[in-house]
């Protein structure tokens, strides 16, 4: 069984538009995280959840808007994209904050034209 | 904030010798030191951890040493085979739920059959 489920594994739209990608695990963690890997293979926290509260915003431009409607859900919607926003997005889950195994989904490419 | 540096940027090593990966990290209250492996479009994925209260951890065919007192921590990977071949990600936390998980900048391992 998948741990840790996102979709749309690719995701192609024009600058302007607002999209969504969502993640969902089921390992019954606490704390969920969405991740920004760049073409350099950068991999940049953006924002953690903890039992479907926010407790890490890292600095993302507020066009980003994550939404946790429940412990297993952590679904990311982004407004006016950018060229700057193509990146892989990776969704994770753990059970402890930041000191713990982190599993990966297995990430959106997000192509931005 | 928490900075982590790691070396090389890529490696390449012959089937059956052994490859070492090196990083440093800023914050001496650091004490948790992740290592996740990452494949070619794929998501990373966690080989190996190890805690402050530990100078090193082996499994298998990998080992992780630390320094707290110089701030390094390094990855050991002995007879070494192409499947081994990946992106290598170190980080680093000081725990608590406020603060993140800091990703090296990744080493590109490279080993020739």
């Known amino acids: 069984d998948t741990a840790v489920s996102q979709t749309p594994k690719y995701l192609v739209t024009q600058m302007g538009n607002d999209k969504s990608i969502k993640c969902e695990q089921n390992?019954?963690?606490?704390?969920m995280y969405w991740y920004k890997q760049d073409s350099k293979k950068f991999l940049k926290i953006m924002f953690s959840?903890?039992?479907?509260?926010?407790?890490i915003n890292e600095t993302v431009p507020n066009r980003f808007s994550p939404k946790s409607p429940d412990k297993a859900h952590l679904n990311l919607h982004i407004n006016s994209l950018e060229l700057g926003d193509s990146a892989v997005y990776f969704c994770?889950?753990?059970?402890?904050?930041?000191?713990?195994?982190?599993?990966f989904g297995p990430g959106t490419r997000l192509t931005v034209l | 904030g928490e900075n982590v540096e790691q070396h090389p940027s890529t490696l390449s090593v012959q089937e059956g010798d052994s490859a070492v990966i090196k990083c440093t990290y800023s914050?001496?209250?650091?004490?948790?030191f992740p290592w996740y492996k990452q494949e070619l479009g794929k998501r990373p994925q966690l080989i190996i951890d190890?805690?402050?209260?530990?100078g090193e951890k082996k499994d298998q065919r990998i080992a992780v040493t630390l320094n707290k007192t110089a701030k390094h921590f390094s990855l050991h990977i002995t007879e070494t085979q192409p499947e081994d071949s990946a992106v290598y990600f170190c980080?680093?936390?000081?725990?608590?739920?406020?603060?993140?998980?800091?990703f090296g900048t990744g080493t590109l391992l490279a080993v020739q059959p």
């Open positions: 994770a889950s753990s059970q402890e904050v930041n000191t713990d195994t982190q599993y």
């Open positions: 914050d001496s209250a650091s004490n948790y």
């Open positions: 959840y903890n039992n479907k509260e926010l407790i």
């Open positions: 980080a680093a936390s000081k725990g608590g739920a406020t603060n993140k998980l800091i």
């Open positions: 190890i805690r402050s209260n530990v």
């Open positions: 390992l019954g963690h606490d704390t």
